[in-house]
């Protein structure tokens, strides 16, 4: 058998059942590049039902367990009649050509152009508003008043609180409406639509990608329980020394500051960490380090926004992984580790999209609690 074959052809599966009434929808339609529509419909595949289980699941990973492997024993009725579908001879063929397709097809990026001047824009908006002082958005991403109504990083407020031993009522009020807001908006998704260092460090890590296309670098990845590791640290610093030791080092804050209030000696700090995610670490910072993105990790927990996987869809090529920042939160798009036919990414995904654009067939998509399909 060959490796594309390796790929698409799942296990044989016991027969399958009729699923149960009610409970299906059908697949998006598949983005199959111009192939001739799907030789078979898939069986349905139902809808996700979050559980409590599934969101402790997600906390161990975020924190650094490694992604619970299933037994096929664990497959849901609907998963065994996908991949039942899946093992059918015009199935297999039909995956293999749009596999090879695929091969040549180029990324969107469509998400990109929405995230990228989102990031600048938010950051924008605390500049100009400095500068003109019109008094809209007043301090930095850290903490800020907007039209007059007090916002705080939640991150930031939490040092401050153990720092100082008290919580103000601004700050209260600042971080409940800072937590529903990107709560509802799913959690991470500051880190890839409004923090300034994400969009530093996505460059550089377009340029390690580029390097290590051509040989000249590779990364080292870390053991990620070293983030919660230091996030310990940094509240424990904050609440023994009475300073927010965690915001003197922080690019984001640092980033943010000096866009308002301009440049200091703390920006060879960043320069720094991003030349060590070029060279050496893809995505130190973020992957390994951050205590905020933690932060909104747990935020976004129970948030309505999630990206969604579909298993008939799905050719299991692994392109989603390779772009994502938080790869463990796709480790159910491997061949064989899926429970269900229908999957979300843990409360550590970023929202970025860039799995969604990377994917061809279109086997990943936003999902808005009670709304469905968003794209
Ligand atoms: S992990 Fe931290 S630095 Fe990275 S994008 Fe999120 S908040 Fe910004
Ligand atoms: S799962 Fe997709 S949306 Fe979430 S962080 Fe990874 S690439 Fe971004």
Redesign the pocket.
């Known amino acids: 058998m060959s490796s594309v074959d390796d790929y698409i052809m799942p296990p044989a599966a016991p027969e399958p059942e009729r699923s149960k009434k009610g409970e299906d929808r059908k697949p998006a339609a598949a983005g199959n590049g111009g192939l001739p529509p799907m030789p078979s419909e898939p069986p349905p595949v139902g809808t996700h039902r979050f559980s409590w289980s599934e969101m402790g699941e997600g906390v161990r990973v975020m924190l650094g367990g490694e992604p619970r492997r299933r037994d096929k024993s664990d497959w849901t009725e609907r998963m065994r009649e996908v991949q039942a579908w899946k093992t059918t001879p015009e199935q297999r063929q039909y995956r293999r050509e749009l596999l090879h397709k695929h091969e040549t097809t180029k990324a969107t990026f469509r998400w990109r152009k929405w995230r990228w001047p989102s990031i600048i824009l938010i950051n924008l908006l605390f500049v100009v508003s400095f500068h003109l002082d019109v008094q809209l958005v007043e301090g930095a991403l850290t903490a800020s008043r907007f039209v007059g109504f007090h916002m705080a990083d939640l991150n930031s407020s939490l040092q401050v609180a153990l720092a100082y031993k008290e919580i103000l009522i601004n700050l209260l009020i600042g971080m409940v409406t800072v937590a529903f807001l990107w709560w509802l908006v799913g959690g991470r998704s500051f880190c890839?639509w409004a923090c300034p260092y994400h969009l530093l460090s996505e460059w550089a890590e377009m340029l390690h990608l580029k390097l290590a296309e051509k040989g000249l670098v590779s990364d080292h990845p870390l053991d990620r329980r070293l983030r919660t590791v230091l996030y310990v640290v940094f509240a424990a610093l904050a609440l023994g020394t009475g300073y927010t030791v965690f915001e003197t080092i922080s690019p984001v804050g640092i980033v943010s500051r000096a866009l308002v209030y301009g440049g200091g000696m703390a920006l060879v700090w960043v320069a720094v960490l991003l030349l060590v995610e070029v060279f050496y670490i893809r995505r130190f910072w973020c992957r390994y380090a951050c205590p905020i993105g933690l932060t909104y990790g747990f935020v976004g927990v129970t948030s309505p926004v999630k990206?969604e996987w579909n298993a008939s869809l799905c050719l299991h090529e692994g392109n989603?992984r390779n772009?994502?920042?938080?790869?463990h939160?796709?480790e159910f798009t491997i061949k064989n580790r899926a429970y269900d036919s229908v999957m979300q990414?843990g409360p550590d995904?970023?929202?970025?999209?860039?799995?969604?654009e990377a994917c061809m067939p279109g086997a990943?998509t936003f999902k808005v609690k009670g709304i469905g399909d968003m794209l």
């Open positions: 890839a990206i989603c772009a994502c920042l938080v790869p939160v796709l990414a995904c970023t929202r970025c999209g860039m799995c969604l990943l």
